[in-house]
Each structure stands twice: as C-alpha cells, then as structure tokens.
C-alpha cells in the first residue's frame, strides 16, 4: 500500500481531533475544496511512480482516486502529527534526546557498516527494521571518486544527505547541553567520534557549515559578546564556507552564474514540449524587475551550493497550469511530476543516466505539493516561531535554524523519520515557554 505502518496510528490521532474540535472541522472544509482541485487536475490522467527509496510517504500513482485519497490521508497525518506533538506538556529533555541520538548513531553506524559488507545482515536489516531501501553495499566510508571528490557514504539509512543532518545535529546537542551536565558522561567518549565519523562520511557539506554557524552564535548568546567579537567568531565559519563552495566560483561573472540553473533546464528539456516553469523563466520581461531578482538570487545561490544542474532538472519537469503554480499538485505527489514531461535522460556533460533524481530542495518540495502560496504560508509560520522562540529558547531556535538551513538544499521531508523530527522541533519551538 505504500504507506508507513506509523500513518496509520497518526491518521486515527488526526480523525479522533477533526470529529472533537468544531474549529478544526471549519478549517477542514476549506482543505475539501483544496483536495477536490487536486483531484480535479488529475481527471484523466494516469501516472505512475516507482517510489525508490522515498516509499512510504510519497503516492505512487496520478489519477483523481488516488489523488483524493492521497491527499486526505497526508492531511490528516500531518494534523495528527502535530497533535501528538503539540497536546503533550512536556516534549523532552535536551540531555535525554542527546544520549538517543548518541545512542542511535552508534547503532545505525555498526549496521550500516556491517550490512554493507555482509548481504544477509542487509537484507535482515531491510526486512525487520522497515527500512525503505536496501542499506549501502559500499564498504569504504571515505571513499573517493573518479575525480578525486568524496563520496558520500549513507550506511543504514536511505539518504546521506539526511543522515549527515542526524549526525550534526546529535554534534549541536552535545554542544548545547555541555554546560548543563555536572559530570562527565561516559557515552560521549564513544559518542562524539561516532557522530564526527558520520558526518564526515555522509560528505554533508551544509551540516557541517550549519555546525560550526550554530556553535558560533550559541557561543555568541551564552556570553553577551560584542559585535567586533561576534564578527570574530564568524571569519571560521565564512572560510569554511567559502573552501566548500571553492573561491574560483566567485570569479564567475554574475550573467554566468545566475543563469546557470535556468540553462541547464533548458538543456535537459524536451525541446517539441518545454515546461511552463522553463518557458517562464526563459522568457521573462525584464518590466517584471522583482520576479527577475528573485529568480537570479535563487540561481545564483543554486550556483554556489553546486545545486544548478539538480534544480535545473528540477524545473525542466515541473509543468504547472497557472492555478497549479499558485495551489499545487497535492501533498507528497511526484507522479505526475516525473512522467508528464520526457526529459533528457543522461548527464549533459558525463553521458550517465540520470536515475532518480530528487529535486535536492525541501522548499522546491513543498513549492510542488503546496504552490507559491503554501510555500509562503511555510516561510511565514517559521519566522513567527522563529521570532518568539529566539527570545525564550536559544537552544531550540539553533536547532530548528540549522534544520531549515539543511532544508533549503535536501529532501528530508520525503523521509518520515526526519519529517517527524523536524516538526517535532518546530513544534517544540512554538511552545518554548513549556519547554524544558
């Protein structure tokens, strides 16, 4: 059925909360309308997706049933979610959550190596645990390609990106809870090697940037420093940064590097039937100054972080009708995403297949199930947490900053592990005044 086994339990907590509360039935029909919109754009139509490795929350199929259906379950999944989450008084402990994630990583990291270089411990580890695609068969953690890059090494889980997101973060919450432990634990003589050995394998370049940015500016609230120490503690981060990114992009001219993303969308397109977005962009006036900025700045960041090529991709498939672009297509739907349009299917400059590409953006994500509007609903939300939870939790707000830092260039939300632990720390941030 292509659903996480946890949906269900969720999907009963969001029903049992849609029939008690008369607030959330009135909101409730204004998403009856959303879905039926949904599900009107997919009258006849029949797509299909294989999932890969992002079963489990994302629908396999394009058609209005399924459409609808889809729909109503994610909705109300996501409602139950934040239910469980946010009717609890108490969400957790910094130091407990900390000695999990230490605990977790060390699991995750001896299974996932284990299973890569024994078949049957990988299929065990696919088969009991529920994973949604086999673990790694690479053995060597700090591989290197080709062309002398380093290759990200995801273990366990399905995703290096996100598992070098988990791997930060566990780094963050030992950071932040140091102060607040009167003895020395002894998990951390095990745990901080094993946390900075994943990270580094995962070759999660944002996470580590992210890092050191969080452990600056936690330094930074902790002692009250004065703005030239502030931009002190800063200058490690920023040359970290600009090592990643490489100081040679810089000398790329601006007409080079802010176009790059929307001409490899037209490259990888089919040139008899070009997407709305590629056309748009493409073609787009120079009257209308402030669309054109924004999409610049978006191409000229997409350059920088090496994500051109991906959300060129990105945008060659996406094909929204006006409406589309405004709503979108429905909750965690890229059936139609991937077989409305044929695009090129090998690498402009290496002749590779291209396999299954996600868009490598949480925000592109929610751009396509959501439309602008969600998306600026989304970024409205954040920063009214963000605004109230800076002032009484400094923790959760460095938490939650670094996820929506990683966010902007991962797909971590198509995962429900990080999907709910994302929330749960947004949630958290919202309720910062009964955090303890």
Excluded at 26 to 51: C, R, T
Excluded at 84 to 93: D, H, M, N, Q
Excluded at 140 to 163: D, K
């Amino acid at each position: 059925m292509n659903i996480y086994f946890l949906t269900i339990f969720f999907c009963i907590i969001g029903t049992s909360k849609i029939l008690k509360d008369k607030k959330i039935r009135k909101y409730f029909s204004l998403i009856n309308i959303l879905v039926f919109f949904w599900a009107f754009n997919a009258v006849g139509l029949n797509y299909y997706l294989k999932p890969d490795k992002i079963r489990g929350l994302s629908s396999t199929a394009y058609n209005f049933l399924s459409v609808s259906s889809w729909s109503y379950l994610m909705i109300i999944s996501i409602l139950g979610m934040y239910v469980f989450v946010s009717e609890r008084k108490l969400i957790f402990k910094l130091e407990k959550l900390k000695n999990n994630f230490i605990l977790t990583s060390i699991i995750m990291i001896i299974f996932g190596y284990i299973g890569s270089s024994m078949p049957v411990i990988n299929f065990y580890n696919y088969y009991f645990f529920g994973q949604t695609k086999y673990g790694t068969d690479d053995q060597n953690l700090f591989g290197v390609n080709f062309w002398g890059e380093t290759e990200a090494w995801r273990g366990y889980f399905p995703s290096a990106e996100t598992i070098g997101e988990f791997f930060a973060l566990g780094l963050i919450l030992i950071f932040l809870t140091r102060k607040s432990n009167k003895k020395f634990e002894r998990i951390l003589i095990l745990g901080v090697p094993t946390l900075i050995i994943g990270l580094y394998a995962s070759n999660n370049k944002a996470a580590l940037i992210s890092l050191l940015l969080c452990f600056a500016l936690s330094i930074s609230y902790e002692n009250k420093l004065k703005t030239s120490t502030k931009l002190l503690l800063l200058i490690p981060v920023l040359f970290v940064l600009a090592y990643f990114i490489r100081f040679e992009n810089f000398l790329y001219s601006l007409n080079f590097s802010t176009n790059k993303m929307i001409e490899m969308g037209i490259g990888y397109g089919n040139e008899s039937f070009r997407s709305s977005s590629i056309n748009y962009l493409q073609n787009l006036d120079e009257s209308f100054f402030l669309a054109r900025l924004i999409i610049l700045i978006f191409g000229f960041f997409a350059f920088l972080i090496n994500r051109s090529e991906l959300w060129g991709i990105f945008f060659a498939r996406y094909n929204p009708e006006t409406l589309e672009t405004f709503f979108g297509s429905g909750p965690f739907i890229l059936a139609n995403h991937y077989s409305e349009i044929n695009i090129l299917d090998k690498k402009l400059y290496t002749g590779t297949p291209l396999g299954f590409l996600l868009p490598h953006s949480s925000i592109l994500s929610i751009m396509l199930f959501f439309g602008l509007i969600g998306l600026i609903i989304f970024f409205v939300y954040v920063f009214y947490i963000f605004n109230k939870g800076r002032k009484t939790n400094t923790n959760m707000f460095l938490i939650c900053l670094f996820i929506l830092l990683n966010i902007l260039k991962s797909d971590s939300i198509l995962y429900m592990p990080s999907f709910f632990l994302y929330l749960t720390m947004f949630v958290s941030l919202k309720k910062s005044k009964k955090i303890i």
